[in-house]
């Protein structure tokens, strides 16, 4: 956890070396008494004269050009900010002590003339998940991996560095991103605790990336990496008013990250727009020779990255897009309908044409009617066209992989991981929640890790059966939903708060994006719109989704991102539900 002390030394050490400005101190942070029926209860700092609240990649960079700013102040601000915030949504899991070293790095280099690109002396955060070799921990929240030696940082991780990009530290998370419990408190981990989400800190902050989302949502960080199998980047991405992007898998490489399973594994982007998205998309994209998936992309990939996508509301004169309604929509709620035909309207007025009823073929055995619920096939009593038959496969023998190459470590596969978990079951709720057992953040225990061992990684019959039944099925099926009278669409429309729509395309290895769409009325909770698209269609969601964001921003509308309103900021509980 983030300690008090640490940051407070880090902060006065900082105030030490800068001989041009006023530092922030704590008096800097307005009590919330005083900002009482104020519309946001933490209003953020002024950045040494810049407005770094809700400031966008390309300005925070424009700024440093100009010399208005630095990379090192980028930091300052950003920790204050953390400090600010941090006791109440938890997003951050560690700060990175060698920060200031970093940025004073890229600060050296800008004055040099040597811009490395659009992230130059951008702060970053990435999941808990995602290796770093440095003097950050990688653990996916579990006191298991504490004090363990990653081999070397992860391929996007690297990358993000060539790009100058800062790493600030690691976010918190769903623990083992949720592969441990299937009946949890989304964002909980032993080593971060709660994450809570600043629109409303007793619930469901969106998971299991979830302090990569709240973060950036609540302007703690400029932007963050998330990992997804079945949602945890489109989830708390939409749960937290942000564009996320969930790429094809392959199309970023999961080398040195805390493996789920290899067919569904994907590295994502968190960020408050969409140019700031795919920003982040092009400096992590890419092959790697330490994950072999990643081959596919070439020959799909553009030349020059995505952000030559990027386009204005006149891209939607003449698009078209499906509705995959019996597949989805009609499970979203009133509230959120309401606001979503709204947008709808406004996506139509723009000149888009809507197809409704673009079907996903054979839902109805795909994804569950009530639900998000990932053994499905199970529940309809075949085992054999169930996600969770192949996940729970691949987890038991993707995490012994990753693990062989880690050092000082107690755990080097899941059998050890599982007696762990029962050794410090106060922590790491080993078994059941009960009176007495277990933790109030895993009411099942650790189910899922059980079930995992159960399989001891052995592929089975069944295992291919239900891998090919989920793949292919989804693949087609959102093949199918894009083909309308001979000609492809350029978008499936989707609300990804239904979580059936990540679902299908987390099984299919297909890409996604969410931009920020309204509020539930009575949680104050966000939701999203989603594009759904087929393998490697990311510069199509970056043009539809960049062209829906310019709409929202140039309309007068509500149905756009809205800031955090932090209700029930006082709260405590666990479980949040
Ligand atoms: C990657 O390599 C593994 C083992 O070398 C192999 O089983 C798998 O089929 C390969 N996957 C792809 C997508 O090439
Ligand atoms: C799509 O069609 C269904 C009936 O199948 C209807 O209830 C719904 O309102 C339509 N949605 C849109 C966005 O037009
Ligand atoms: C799953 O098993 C059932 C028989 O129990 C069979 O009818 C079905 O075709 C199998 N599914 C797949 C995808 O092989
Ligand atoms: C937070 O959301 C819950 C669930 O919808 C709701 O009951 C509660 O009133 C919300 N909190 C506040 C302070 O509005």
């Known amino acids: 956890m983030l300690s008090r002390l640490s940051l407070v030394a880090l902060l006065v050490g900082q105030a030490l070396a800068k001989k041009h400005a006023v530092p922030y101190t704590a008096t800097n942070l307005i009590p919330l008494q005083q900002n009482a029926g104020s519309d946001d209860l933490f209003p953020m700092a002024d950045c040494f004269g810049f407005d770094l609240h809700e400031a966008t990649i390309s300005e925070m960079q424009e700024a440093m050009r100009l010399g208005h700013l630095t990379s090192t102040q980028l930091v300052t601000c950003?920790?204050?900010?953390?400090?600010?915030?941090?006791?109440?949504?938890?997003?951050?899991?560690?700060?990175?002590?060698?920060?200031?070293?970093?940025?004073?790095?890229?600060?050296?280099?800008?004055?040099?003339?040597?811009?490395?690109?659009?992230?130059?002396?951008?702060?970053?955060?990435?999941?808990?998940?995602?290796?770093?070799?440095?003097?950050?921990e990688t653990t996916a929240g579990s006191w298991a991996l504490l004090g363990n030696i990653v081999p070397r940082d992860a391929h996007v991780v690297k990358k993000l560095r060539e790009a100058g990009a800062v790493l600030f530290g690691k976010a918190a998370l769903s623990e083992w991103a949720d592969m441990r419990t299937n009946y949890y408190s989304e964002g909980y981990s032993g080593r971060?605790?709660?994450?809570?989400?600043?629109?409303?800190?007793?619930?469901?902050?969106?998971?299991?990336?979830?302090?990569?989302?709240?973060?950036?949502?609540?302007?703690?960080?400029?932007?963050?990496?998330?990992?997804?199998?079945?949602?945890?980047v489109i989830n708390p991405a939409m749960r937290n008013a942000l564009v996320g992007i969930k790429p094809t898998v392959g199309l970023t490489s999961r080398a040195g990250?805390?493996?789920?399973?290899?067919?569904?594994?994907?590295?994502?982007?968190?960020?408050?727009?969409?140019?700031?998205?795919?920003?982040?998309?092009?400096?992590?994209?890419?092959?790697d020779t330490r994950d072999n998936y990643t081959l596919a992309q070439k020959g799909k990939t553009p030349k020059g990255g995505y952000a030559q996508?990027?386009?204005?509301?006149?891209?939607?004169?003449?698009?078209?897009?499906g509705i995959p309604w019996n597949s989805f929509w009609v499970y979203a709620d009133d509230d959120q309908l309401t606001q979503l035909f709204g947008l709808l309207d406004l996506i139509k007025s723009a000149g888009a044409t809507i197809i409704n009823n673009t079907e996903i073929t054979d839902y109805e055995t795909l994804v569950s009617p009530d639900g998000w619920n990932w053994d499905y096939g199970t529940t309809r009593g075949f085992a054999n066209e169930s996600e969770y038959t192949y996940v729970k496969v691949d987890f038991y023998n993707n995490i012994k992989t990753y693990l062989s190459e880690v050092t000082n470590t107690k755990v080097k596969d899941l059998e050890a991981i599982v007696q762990f978990n029962k050794d410090n079951d106060g922590s790491e709720g080993g078994y059941p929640y009960a009176d007495g057992v277990g933790h109030p953040a895993f009411a099942s225990g650790q189910d899922g890790f059980l079930a995992s061992l159960e399989t001891k990684g052995i592929k089975t019959e069944e295992?291919?059966?239900?891998?090919d039944f989920c793949q292919t099925g989804c693949r087609n099926g959102i093949n199918d939903a894009l083909k309308h009278k001979g000609k492809k669409l350029n978008g499936l429309l989707v609300p990804p708060d239904v979580a059936q729509a990540p679902q299908i395309a987390a099984q299919a290895g297909y890409p996604m994006i969410t931009v920020p769409a309204g509020i539930h009325a009575e949680s104050g909770m966000p939701f999203g719109l989603a594009i759904m698209q087929t393998a490697?269609?990311?510069?199509?969601?970056?043009?539809?989704?960049?062209?829906?964001?310019?709409?929202?921003?140039?309309?007068?509308t509500p149905?756009?991102?809205?800031?955090p309103k932090w209700k029930g900021y006082l709260e405590r509980n666990i479980p949040v539900i």
């Open 257 to 287: 990250v805390i493996p789920e399973c290899e067919h569904q594994d994907t590295v994502g982007a968190f960020a408050r727009t969409v140019k700031d998205a795919t920003l982040v998309l092009d400096a992590i994209y890419g092959v």
């Open 559 to 563: 149905y756009k991102r809205q800031l």
């Open 463 to 467: 295992y291919w059966q239900a891998l």
């Open 536 to 556: 490697f269609g990311e510069a199509e969601l970056v043009k539809w989704a960049s062209a829906i964001e310019d709409l929202q921003k140039t309309s007068d």
């Open 78 to 136: 950003y920790l204050v900010r953390t400090y600010q915030t941090q006791d109440y949504i938890d997003s951050v899991l560690q700060v990175n002590p060698d920060v200031f070293a970093i940025a004073a790095e890229r600060d050296a280099e800008r004055c040099k003339g040597k811009v490395r690109g659009p992230l130059h002396g951008i702060p970053f955060t990435v999941k808990d998940n995602i290796a770093s070799k440095d003097n950050l």
């Open 192 to 232: 971060g605790g709660q994450v809570r989400s600043a629109y409303n800190l007793t619930v469901n902050p969106g998971g299991s990336s979830s302090g990569s989302g709240v973060g950036v949502a609540a302007n703690a960080i400029a932007f963050s990496l998330g990992t997804e199998t079945d949602g945890s």
């Open 309 to 321: 996508y990027l386009t204005d509301k006149k891209a939607l004169k003449g698009a078209t897009f």
